[in-house]
């Protein structure tokens, strides 16, 4: 019964999409007014024309745009209540899981950093977002390396496509040389971190190969030391064995000896038809 709802919906909103509506383009400074307007869809104000309207606004954006929408949207209703109405206006997610703690130390600490990870699908998209978006609540004061950030899915199950992240100017894509075994290694330059740094994300779009559900996963290593940081500030990554999740190769980061590292890493699945 489930599944057939969700078919009916997916044919219900592409009907209404094939019909030209006076939706305007949407850019980035309308990013908030849409996120706006779909979080309050209730039984009262849903119609054909509006939400033929916001699917036309939603298919409007670039994947960049979307990817920021779509993190603004989880971020600003962080107890996920209104999440149900973003397939109302054509997209697929899986609700977001929040990276776990493994390691406390001393300097910037893992409680200071939340990490959320998820996997989204506009309808007509070929591929998912498996997006992972966090935010620093402290300025690292001791800093080393920049930080890492691996994501992991199975890849006898989705086929690298492409990637993004949301600023230059925060992260950067550090190694796609895992990408077609499952693994992509994305640098976080955390000595920019203050409370004033707004959500952040990295990640990679993924076409499905199979049916069934697809692992997927995310991992932050922070990097610190108390002593004079001498080692490179971009490392290496070597690429072997298992990763995260089955169907991943696993990624080592090669930091120096004198930094002083804590994770933090959770595991999510979509599953795909």
Request: no cysteine; aromatic share 14%; net charge negative.
């Amino acid at each position: 019964m489930k599944k057939t709802a969700t078919l009916m919906l997916a044919t219900f909103l592409l009907f209404f999409m094939s019909f030209p509506v006076s939706a305007e383009i949407i850019s980035k400074n309308n990013l908030p007014e849409l996120v706006d307007e779909i979080s309050k869809l209730d039984s009262q104000n849903i119609n054909n024309e509006n939400i033929a309207d916001l699917s036309q606004k939603v298919n409007s954006l670039t994947d960049k745009e979307f990817d920021d929408f779509i993190v603004a949207y989880l971020t600003g209703d962080k107890e996920f209540t209104k999440i149900d109405n973003l397939l109302k206006v054509g997209i697929i997610i899986q609700p977001p899981k929040k990276a776990d703690e493994k390691i406390i130390t001393q300097g910037f600490e893992a409680r200071d950093l939340n990490i959320y990870v998820t996997a989204t699908k506009r309808i007509g998209d070929p591929f998912y977002r498996l997006l992972a978006y966090y935010k620093p609540s402290a300025a690292e004061q001791f800093p080393a390396s920049y930080d890492s950030i691996t994501l992991s899915w199975d890849s006898s199950k989705g086929d690298f496509y492409s990637y993004n992240t949301s600023n230059s100017n925060y992260n950067s894509l550090k190694s796609p040389a895992g990408a077609y075994n499952g693994t992509l290694v994305f640098n976080s330059y955390d000595y920019r971190y203050s409370i004033l740094t707004p959500e952040q994300y990295v990640a990679a779009y993924v076409t499905p190969i199979a049916s069934g559900y697809l692992d997927f996963a995310v991992e932050y290593q922070h990097s610190f030391t108390n002593f004079t940081f001498s080692g490179t500030l971009d490392p290496s990554v070597t690429f072997s064995g298992l990763g995260i999740v089955k169907g991943s190769i696993g990624a080592k980061i090669n930091w120096a000896p004198q930094e002083t590292i804590w994770y933090k890493s959770d595991i999510n699945a979509v599953n795909l038809p």
